[in-house]
C-alpha cells in the first residue's frame, strides 16, 4: 500500500479541531471523508499534530495509506475537488517510504501567532487574529520570553487535561516581533520545539501579553516558571490566533520544502 505525505492548510473557524470526533466537523474528518470518494474506506490518517477547535494550518503534515499506486499530484488535484467547499487544501503530496510516520518521524513542530492591536473590530482578518485594543511593548515581551528558552519543566503552561508523560520539553525559539499587516500593527509570536504540550502556546502567548500590556514584568514570567504550577500562568489565548506553521523532518519531504 503506497504511503503518501500531505501538506494540509486549513482555516480552524469551522472545525472543533483537527481529531475526527463522532458529532462535530473536524480537519482530519474532511479529508478522510474526500479519500473515501476516491477509494473505498474507512480511511485513517495521521497528522504531526492535533490542533484544537479554531487553530489553524499553514503546514500542517499528514500521511495516508492508499491502495492504488497515484501520483501525488494528482492525488492533491482529486482530494482538493472532493474537499470543496470546506476550507481545507492540500498544497503539496509526496511519496514517502513505508516507515515514514507523519508524527514521530518529525523532528520539530513552528508555530505562529498573530496578534491585532486596534481598536476597531477586524474585517478582513476577524477569526484569524487574536485582536486586543492596547498597544504591547515587544521588546519586553522579548526580555520575558528569553525565560522560558531551553530544557525545562512548563508545568505552568501546560494544560490540566494535557495526556503527555512528562512536563520537560526544550523551547528551541520564541522569537517576537512587531509587523505592519493589512489591517493595522501585529505582534507575531514565532515559537519552535521538537514537540509541545497542550495549550502551550496559548499559554505562553497569554502570559506574554501581559508583559507587553505592562501588568507583569519580565521577571514576573521567569517566576511563573520556576513556580511549577498551572495557577502561576496568566491568561490562555484564543486559539483563533495560533497557526501550525511547518512541521520540520531530518530531510525534506515535499518538493518545494527548504533544505
Known amino acids: 500500500m503506497p504511503r503518501i505525505a500531505l501538506k494540509v492548510e486549513y482555516h480552524g473557524k469551522p472545525f472543533a479541531g483537527w481529531q475526527r470526533q463522532k458529532d462535530q466537523p473536524s480537519v482530519q474528518g474532511a479529508i478522510e471523508a474526500a479519500l473515501a470518494k476516491l477509494e473505498p474506506g474507512p480511511h485513517t490518517i495521521a497528522a504531526a499534530g492535533r490542533t484544537d477547535t479554531g487553530v489553524h494550518g499553514l ?15 494528482r492525488l492533491s488535484e482529486a482530494l482538493n475537488f472532493h474537499l470543496k467547499p470546506a476550507p481545507v487544501a492540500i498544497v503539496d503530496a509526496a511519496r514517502v517510504a513505508d516507515n515514514w510516520h507523519a508524527r514521530f518521524s518529525a523532528i520539530e513542530r513552528q508555530y505562529l501567532f498573530r496578534i491585532l492591536m486596534r481598536r ?15 498597544d504591547l511593548d515587544a521588546e519586553a515581551m522579548q526580555t520575558a520570553a528569553n525565560h522560558l528558552l531551553g530544557k525545562h519543566d512548563f508545568t505552568t503552561f501546560r494544560s490540566s487535561i494535557c495526556q503527555a508523560a512528562s512536563p520537560v520539553k526544550t523551547l528551541d525559539e520564541l522569537r517576537i516581533e512587531q509587523v505592519t499587516g ?22 505562553f502567548v497569554g502570559t506574554l501579553e501581559r508583559v507587553g500590556a505592562g501588568s507583569w514584568s519580565p521577571d514576573d514570567v521567569r517566576d511563573a516558571l520556576d513556580a511549577r504550577d498551572r495557577a502561576a500562568c496568566g491568561p490562555v489565548c484564543p486559539g483563533h490566533g495560533l497557526y501550525l506553521a ?6 525534506p519531504v515535499f518538493a518545494r520544502d527548504p533544505d
Open 120 to 134: 476597531a473590530p477586524a474585517t478582513h482578518d476577524a477569526g484569524q487574529v487574536w485582536q486586543i485594543n492596547h
Open 246 to 251: 511547518r512541521v520540520g523532518y531530518p530531510e
Open 59 to 73: 503546514g500542517q503534515v499528514a500521511h495516508c495509506d492508499l491502495r492504488k499506486d497515484w501520483d501525488p499530484f
Open 182 to 203: 493589512l489591517s493595522g500593527p501585529e505582534v507575531h509570536f514565532h515559537v519552535r520545539a521538537r514537540s509541545f504540550l497542550h495549550n502551550q502556546v496559548r499559554s
